[in-house]
């Protein structure tokens, strides 16, 4: 530890400022990524990662799904991401919808592929369809695998830390 913070003394005001500012700068830069992604998909997430077996063989763990929000309506077999109150959003496929046509509401019933059951269960109590607000948006295409960086620092906080305090040392003791 003595050599970092040595190290951080022998460098340059000058030259630390330039290194927080490009820090400051690849942060912005994917927020800016992010708030693009969200016009153009039309939904308050664009992207998010498979993180359960339920919907195998067609997405496996790890797998990052990406979102629209499209104005068409909801089909039977299209797969759609909700939000149910939960903390974390479900990636599972629309087997079932009604239309009320006289309030022109639609009602829609979900399942996983690989769960044996639909997704009653994991609806708010008492609550037995899911409503069109729920939807954060469809599927639209997926990027294998990639998504395993998150689970990973999701569930292991300590690699989380170290990944993030490597790419700070990193960008901080870079040579330009």
């Known amino acids: 530890m003595g050599t970092i913070s040595g190290g951080l003394r022998s460098l340059p005001i000058r030259r630390v400022l330039s290194q927080f500012v490009s820090l400051g700068l690849i942060?912005?830069?994917?927020?800016?990524?992010?708030?693009?992604?969200?016009?153009?998909?039309?939904?308050?997430?664009?992207?998010?990662?498979v993180l359960s077996e339920s919907m195998e063989p067609g997405f496996k763990r790890g797998d990052v799904l990406l979102l629209h929000m499209s104005k068409d309506p909801i089909r039977a077999g299209e797969v759609v991401v909700f939000d149910d109150g939960r903390p974390i959003p479900i990636v599972h496929r629309v087997i079932e919808l009604h239309e009320r046509r006289n309030n022109k509401t639609l009602d829609l019933l979900t399942k996983g592929d690989n769960n044996p059951l639909d997704d009653r269960v994991l609806y708010a109590p008492g609550q037995l369809w899911l409503h069109e607000?729920?939807?954060?948006?469809?599927?639209?295409?997926?990027?294998?695998?990639?998504?395993?960086?998150?689970?990973?620092?999701?569930?292991?906080?300590?690699?989380?830390?170290?990944?993030?305090?490597?790419?700070?040392?990193?960008?901080l003791f870079s040579q330009k």
């Open 27 to 49: 942060a912005t830069s994917a927020l800016m990524i992010m708030k693009g992604l969200q016009c153009v998909s039309a939904s308050k997430t664009p992207a998010v990662v």
């Open 133 to 171: 607000h729920h939807i954060m948006g469809r599927a639209i295409g997926f990027v294998p695998y990639v998504g395993w960086i998150t689970i990973v620092m999701t569930e292991k906080a300590f690699t989380k830390y170290l990944i993030i305090g490597g790419l700070c040392l990193l960008v």
